[in-house]
Structures are given as C-alpha cells and as structure tokens.
C-alpha cells in the first residue's frame, strides 16, 4: 500500500471538504432560522460569483473592491428574497417552501444565461497553480484558501450565535411562537440569515469559481453542499465543517481507490451513498438538533 | 363609569373574533382590567379564554384569526392593527400556554433573547439578577438547557423571560397546567409579588378556578365565548353556581342524586 498517496488523498480531502463545509454554512443558516434546506443556494452561489465577475471582469475593477461590494449587494439580494417570495408563505406547509427554493434556484440559472451567457468565465482570484509541497504531499493552493475562509466564517458564525443578535435567531429557530410572544421580529430574524447565508454565497462563488470557472454549473454544488449539510445535522454549524472534512475524505478516497478499478468518475457515486446513508442511518445527522423530550 | 375607564391599562367591548373568516371562537367579550390590578378570566376547555390573550396580544395573527368586531383597549388607545412585535414594545406581553421556553437555549439565554432591541447591557443585567431574585431556582439552573428543566421550573422561566420585555400587563395563559399544587401556589405567590412590586396589571386565565380567585381582585366568567359572569373574587367564589361548576362542587353532595338532576348551568338556558 501507498502510504503517501493515502495521506495525499486523505489531507486534499479534508481541505477539499472544507470548501464544500463553505457552501454548507449557508445551508445550515436558513435551515437553522425556517427548518427548510434552501435548495436556492446554488443558484445563490452561482450569482454570487457572477456578480462579482460584473465588477471585476466587466467593469474592471480590482477584486478586493468587487468581492465586498457583491457581499453588500448580495446580503440585500437575500433580504429581498425572503421579502418577496418567502414572507407570506409562512405558516405554509414546508414542501411549498421547498418547491418556492428549487423554483428561485431555477430562476436564477436562467438570470444569469440570460444575462451572461453559459460560457464558462474564469474568477482570476490569481491563485498560483504551482505544485505546493508540504512534505511529501502535493497540496492545492485554492482548496487551501478555501478551506481557511471556511474556517474563518465558521468562527464568524460561532461568535454570532452568541451576540444579542445572534440569540435571537436560535430563539426563532426554536419557537416562532414564542418568539413572537416576547415581541421578537421572526421575520426580520428569518430575513437576516436569508441575507447572510447569500454572503456566505458569495464566499462560496469566488472560491469555486476560480476552482472550476464559473458557470451555471457552480449551483450543483447544491448536492454537495446539501449531503454535508445533511450529515452535519442541517442546523449545526460545527456540523457543516466536520461533515466537510468527513465528506471530503470519504471522498477523495474512496474514489482515489474505486476510479482505479472502475475507470474513474466514482466520485458522486461516493456522495450520494454518503448522503442515502445518513438519511436511513442517522436522520438528525452527526451533530443534529434532536426535539427534547422530557420524561 | 367613566372613572373606571380612564383608570383601565386594559379593556375590550364585545370583541368577535373569526378564525378562517369562519369560525367564530369568541362572540362578544367584554372586560376590564385595572391600572396595576388583577384579573381572571376563567372557564372551562375551548371557552374561548387563549383566544382572548390572542386577540390582545395580537398573536391571532398567526393562526389565520382575526378581530372581526368590537374595539381592545390598551392605555387608551386602540390597538386592532398594531403587529404583535409592537404591541409588546408597548408594555403588553402574553406567556402562552404550554410554557414554550426556547429549549435549546439556556436559561440566561432565554432571558436575553426577550431583552428588547434597545436594551443596554447594564440593563439587561439588573433585569436578570431582578428575575433571578423573583426564581431563585432559575439561577441554580441558568447554565443548563432549558428543554431539560422540569415543568414547574420552565414555567417560572416563561414568566421571566415575560417580565424581560419590561410589561405593564402580564396575560398569563394556564400557568398552574400541569403543575403539582405546592408549584402553584409558590408561582402564584410570585405572580402577586411581582404585581405588588412592579405594579405590573396581570390578566389570568385559569381553569383552576380554587386558586386563580385566590389572588386576583376580579373575575370574567367565559363560556361558550362569551363573558357570563363578571364580578369581584369574594362574590365569585360565593356563588353557588361557580362553586358547583369550577371549585369542585359543594359539601356534602349525593352523588346518586346528581345522576337523575343534573342542574343546568342558568346563565345557558
């Protein structure tokens, strides 16, 4: 056996995973505020990165200025969402709202052909493609970048949920009643994760963008994202990160072995049992919010 | 008459309220609750007393209710489209039924979740080590979550979390559900400390008619979603109607007499 192409394949995996725990986070911020997994987030993702792209690549604007401007104009695009597509249907059963989310996603791949077309464009982060050693493991550079803004919003997040702010949301995604009861706004609190989960997209777009360009297929990221978002437990934002690596490491291994023997393109294959198997497994996830029952 | 009116925090003229512009849950209510006083609305199951809370607190909103008729009351003045956020930013605060802490969040955090927006910190803290003083179980407790307290202690954590948002009138809907006797008394006990301390209005509604009379100054007797019976705590409890019905009956019944005479309730026919 290979010792070092197992650790390669192990710690690209886990890196690699990273990026997917990124898209991810997203995921868990509406799940944790609706209890509906946005499948629109692709679609966020995708736009995310598109906007970006008309700052830098159309109008020529340095990056460093066209990322944040997209995050501001993205954290409305969120609160515009909820305010127009979602709000009224509160109280509704969740499979409307989970149609409302796949019919955004749809949407917005339309938008952006319209708009820009299907050819893919590269993101130009300049990220060097050199081979990086560490040791005896070649590295890539982007996977690293992003598995370090994973980590950087993931302690973000963490910090949030402990702010005033950041309470009131739990205290939504507990009890709408009662939240209301005490005279907290659900809708403004559900209409900030919407906005914060699309900056969260646009983290997401630049860092896969420039991994695989962008174009429409950035929002199928979504299985991806969804299966570690599933596996972490939906509304656990240590979840979305642990579930990443995991997720990254089964694999990259699994199919850095099974593409050997099958010729390769193993890779959804892996993702997919993982994400079956949780759901018949482990339903709530690894780190999953179980409904408390007393006795 | 007037007097009393302009001394009200609260009052309702024959509200109607229409539940998928169907229903009707209640039909014509009318009540008053003093400035500092406390009241109770009493009755039996789905007499239409949480729809009442509902229909002040605006919380109708939510399950597709609505006031159809008549015109609430608050300090004054007219509250039919004031969004229930508001209205508790106005002083009103319901503790809904089935106590419904935030349970995944600590008790400290409960507290903080209900702290209004504008709140400082220095504040916020006075007012928790306020309600800590009120339950000092809660304090024991105030670390661990809230899904895990036991009933009675959720119970006192609802009322905290309430007295966070700093009210002029606490509505409290079934406090006593589910709680041993001595629970009771002790959440009363506090209820009618914080009344006389904060000169916080408190509307209750109870079915247990034996102790809610026992602190309030007022009663409303609601049936069938309407108010019956309205009178002070003294004369309620004397009634022998009231007593028969909702403190468990008089002395010395004969139960085989009940089984050929079932008396109606009067205020029915």
Known sequence: MDWVFLAELTVNGAITGLSYSLFAIGLVLIYKSSSVPNLAQGGLTMLGAYVVLAFSYELGWPLWVAIPLAAVIMFFVGLGIERVALRRLAGRPIVMILMMTLGIDIFLRGTTLAIWGGAPRPMGLGVSYDPFFVGPLLLSRIHIVGALVAIALFVAFMLFFRSRQGIRLRAISDDYMASWSVGISVERGVGLSWALASVVAVATGVIWGEIQGVDQTLSLLLLKGLTVAVLGGLDSIVGAIVAGILLGIVENVGSGYLDQMVGGGSRDLVVAAVLILTVMLRPHGLFGRHDIERI | ?269
């Open chain 2, 1 to 269: 008459m007037s007097s009393e009116e302009t001394n009200s925090i609260l009052s309702l003229n024959s509200i109607e309220v229409l539940y998928d512009s169907v229903l009707l849950a209640i039909k014509g209510v009318s009540l008053e609750v003093p400035n500092g006083g406390m009241v109770a609305l009493l009755g039996s199951n789905g007499a239409g007393k949480s729809t009442t809370l509902k229909a002040i607190s605006g919380l109708l909103k939510s399950e597709r209710g609505r006031v159809s008729r008549g015109e609430i009351r608050f300090d004054g003045k007219i509250i039919g489209d004031v969004p229930p956020q508001d209205r508790v930013h106005m002083g009103i605060c319901h503790v809904i039924e089935g106590r419904r802490v935030f349970e995944h969040l600590t008790p400290d955090e409960n507290l903080e979740a209900a702290a209004p927006v504008s709140m400082s910190r220095q504040k916020i803290n006075d007012e928790k080590a306020r309600i800590y003083e009120y339950f000092p179980r809660l304090a024991e407790r105030k670390a661990s979550q809230s899904g895990y307290l036991s009933g009675g202690e959720q119970q006192m954590l609802a009322i905290g979390r309430a007295l966070m948002t700093q009210p002029r009138l606490l509505m409290l809907d079934e406090p006593s559900l589910g709680l041993a006797p001595f629970l009771v008394a002790e959440i009363f006990g506090i209820l009618q400390k914080i009344n006389r301390e904060q000169g916080v209005s408190i509307l209750l509604v109870e079915q247990n008619a034996l102790a809610a009379l026992e602190i309030v100054s007022h009663g409303y007797l609601i049936e069938n979603g309407r108010v019956v019976m309205h009178d002070t705590a003294e004369a309620l409890k004397a009634n022998s109607d009231i007593q028969e019905f909702y403190l468990g009956g008089g002395e010395g019944k004969n139960f085989h007499d009940i089984k050929h005479y079932r008396r109606r309730k009067r205020w029915l026919s």
